[in-house]
């Protein structure tokens, strides 16, 4: 089939010409894109189960074109781990990240942690440890505020390149969070291996733990074994009151999604600080 791919044009149906054009549409527009600052950081509250109250955020990009509109990254972060595109994107993320911390602090608003996410790409590519220090020392931030979500499957290719760098970045004193825990068939390996502190469940165990009876076992299983490990536990995806309930009578401390928020701008990001100050 392989080989005839290329010759047998009855291959090329119109939805998958329409990808490759997208796709090619997406990297021609990429680094003007970024010159241009079409791509935004939105960031979503991550909140205390118990008490309600926001207790920081994760940073995720969007790309506002003036030509195509608002894109969610599904459409295009897949296209740039491909091309490599990804680092430059994160890079920018990081800082954007870090300097509007920096104005939250200068403004007086209180200080909360804020999350950015950290391609497998990334790890690969970049010396990740020199950059955030940078980043840290630049912005005159404690590490201990730029938390960095590693995805479970970073691990899946080069662990031993996994296993070192979040060991550094551990070391260097930034919180590390397993993002889309539980999607991986490693995932009680990595626990016992890997340098971290917050588990970030993916959002299937939110949302069908009430339909799902063995899901809602492995759930438990989790969140008991986290708190023996010492672990905190976010969880992902919460949409509904009863969601958040059933996840917080089980021992969840923290929960993402939204039931709470929806990514916000940093405008909006400001007033909730502003309301959690007053
Ligand atoms: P993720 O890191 O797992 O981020 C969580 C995704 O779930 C976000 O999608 C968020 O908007 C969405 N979400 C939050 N609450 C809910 C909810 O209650 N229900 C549902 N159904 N979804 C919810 P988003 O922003 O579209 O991002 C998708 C993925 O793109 C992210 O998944 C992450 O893997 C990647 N991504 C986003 N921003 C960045 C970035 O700056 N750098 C990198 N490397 N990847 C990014
Ligand atoms: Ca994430
Ligand atoms: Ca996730
Ligand atoms: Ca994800």
Sequence with gaps: VKGNFTKNYAFYDESFRKDKLFAQNITANMERA?????????????????????IGAEALVRWVSPIDGFMPPGQFIPLFEKNG?????????????????RECHDQGLPKLPISVNVSRTDLYNLDVPKIVCHLTNKYQLDKKY???????SA?????????????????LGFILELDDFGTGY?????????????????????????????????LSFILDLAKRMGLVVIS?????KEQADTLRDMGCGLAQGYYYSKPITQDEYKEMLMKLKG
């Design 236 to 240: 992902e995806g919460v949409e509904t």
């Design 85 to 101: 595109f990804i680092s430059e994107l994160d890079c920018f993320v990081w800082e954007e990240t870090c300097r509007f911390m």
């Design 34 to 54: 970024l010159k241009d600052k079409e791509f935004k950081v939105y960031y979503q509250p991550k909140v205390d189960l118990k008490t309600g109250q926001m």
């Design 186 to 218: 490693s995932s009680l390996n990595l626990l016992s291996e890997m340098s971290i502190d917050i588990l970030k469940l993916d959002m299937r165990f939110a949302q069908n733990h009430t339909t799902n009876k063995r899901q809602n076992d492995i």
């Design 146 to 152: 730029l938390h960095l979500e590693i995805t479970e």
């Design 155 to 171: 691990y899946n290719e080069h662990p031993e390149i996994i296993l070192k760098v979040t060991s550094v970045l551990h070391d």
